[in-house]
Structures are given as C-alpha cells and as structure tokens.
C-alpha cells in the first residue's frame, strides 16, 4: 500500500488496540483518515481540525451517515465535528481527548509555531495518547530524484535523533512518554542504518492511566477560536 494509507492504517490498528472514545486528527485535511476511523465503533467523538477551511470542505460530506446507518441503527452512537483551526492555538472544545492524531503536520510548522503547537496539544489538550508523524530525513537519499525537502511547504525534515530529542524534551516538560515506530521500511539490510521512511512518535500521558481522563485545568477561562464547519451525529 501507498505511504498515507500505511501511515493511516498504523492509526487505524492503534484504534482498534486501544479503543479511544474521543479521538482528534490535527491537520485533517480532506478527512480521508477521519471516514475510515468512522467505522470504528468504539469511537464516540471524531474531530477534525485543519488551518485550510477549503481542504475540509471538498469532501466532508463523505462523513454524513450513509442510509444505511439510519435504515439499520447500531446501539453506538456517533458525533462527528471539523473545524477550521490551527494547532497553535487553544480551543477548549479539543481538551481531555483519549486519542490526537498528527500525520505529516508538524514539518509543516515553523519551529517557533512547533512550540505553540507542543504547549496546545500537550500541555492544554492533554490527550492520554498522541501519535505524530513526520518525515525521517535519513530516509531522503533513497527517495528517487529527491533533492532538498520531500514537499515545498516543509520548513524542516527531521533524522531520527532530532525527532528523538524533541520527543523526549516534549515528554519531560509535559509528563509524557513515548515509543518510536515507523512506516515505510527501507530495503534489507538498510533498515537499521537508514530507519523508517514515516517516523512515528506514539506518546502516552504518564498521569493519566486510570482510564478516567481528568482535567487538570479546570480553572482556565473558555477559548473557542476554531470555527465549526460540519457537524453530523449518527
Ligand atoms: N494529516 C493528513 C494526512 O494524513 O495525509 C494531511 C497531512 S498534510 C501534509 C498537512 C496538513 O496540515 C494540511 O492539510 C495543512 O492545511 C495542515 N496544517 C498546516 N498547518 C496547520 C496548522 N497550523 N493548524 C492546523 N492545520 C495545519
């Protein structure tokens, strides 16, 4: 399979995993992994957040229930929300979910807009788990006719010792920890020099294992700067 379906089936094997209730992609795009996370049942919330209103809007309709969903009701129920947003600002309708996925977002943000997207989602959203996807730069010398970043819209591509660092500069300020992945294997015998083609973070909140996800804010004022383009309950 291509690349981004790889990367969305890796969430979609979490899910089926770990069974989150509430889950979150962050720079959803067209919603192609929101619509397949749809089917997953166990899942009560799904939002989608993107900075690109127009993106969401081409093809979230595909998120209505289909007839079928009417015609022969599951017990499940099903809230479906996107908003149009970015991941450096807060939004407290996106606080104390089980699950926030982001697949090839962060390369996307400058790096002082990393640390407001690392402060809202770690430390304001505070999701028991996290997943983040990015590109493994050491990865590019395999990539035919590559020469500098894997997209123009890049501001960086990290190797897997930056995205390490980070991660677990990330994990002592917020009290997290994480595990490293990937997708896309590189040809025998390269694996372990070159790594992943996908580098992939899965963060798990350390105080937060008691299956109750409590909030540790309560106190902060209401922020609701994302603005609701679709919304649909099954
Ligand atoms: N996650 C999707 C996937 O799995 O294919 C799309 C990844 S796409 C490469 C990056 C997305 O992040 C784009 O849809 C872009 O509009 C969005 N994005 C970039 N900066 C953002 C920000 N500050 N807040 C929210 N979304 C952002």
Redesign the pocket.
């Known amino acids: 399979p291509a690349l ?1 379906q790889q ?2 089936q890796f969430v979609i094997n979490f899910v089926k995993m770990k069974k989150p209730k509430m889950v979150a ?6 919603c ?2 929101l619509k397949q996370l749809k089917f997953h049942r166990e899942i009560e919330l799904l939002v989608g ?4 209103g127009d ?1 969401i809007k081409k093809k979230m309709r595909g998120l209505a229930p289909l007839s079928a969903n009417y015609l022969q009701p599951t017990c499940d129920q099903l809230c479906v929300e996107l908003y149009q ?4 600002q807060r939004d407290a309708r996106l606080r104390g979910f089980h699950l926030v ?5 962060i390369e ?2 400058t790096l002082t ?1 990393l640390d407001h ?1 690392t402060a809202v989602v770690f430390g304001y959203m505070t999701p028991l788990s996290v997943i983040i ?1 990015t590109p493994n730069s050491e990865y590019n010398a395999l990539l035919p006719g590559l020469s500098g970043f894997r ?1 123009r ?1 890049h501001k960086f591509e990290w190797n897997r010792a930056e995205f390490r660092s980070w991660a677990l500069k990330v994990c002592l300020k917020y009290s997290y920890k994480v595990e490293f992945t990937g997708v896309g294997e590189a040809p025998l015998g390269m694996q372990d020099s070159v790594g992943f083609c996908s580098q992939i973070g899965v963060f798990y909140r350390l105080e937060g294992c008691t299956g109750c996800n409590v909030l540790p804010f309560s106190d902060e004022e209401d922020v609701s700067p994302y603005t609701l383009l679709y919304s649909v309950k099954y």
């Open positions: 981004h990367r969305h992609d962050l720079g959803c795009n067209d192609k992994l957040v993107d900075i690109n993106v947003g970015s991941v450096t996925t982001c697949i090839e977002l996307h943000l807009d997207f996807s997209h819209d």
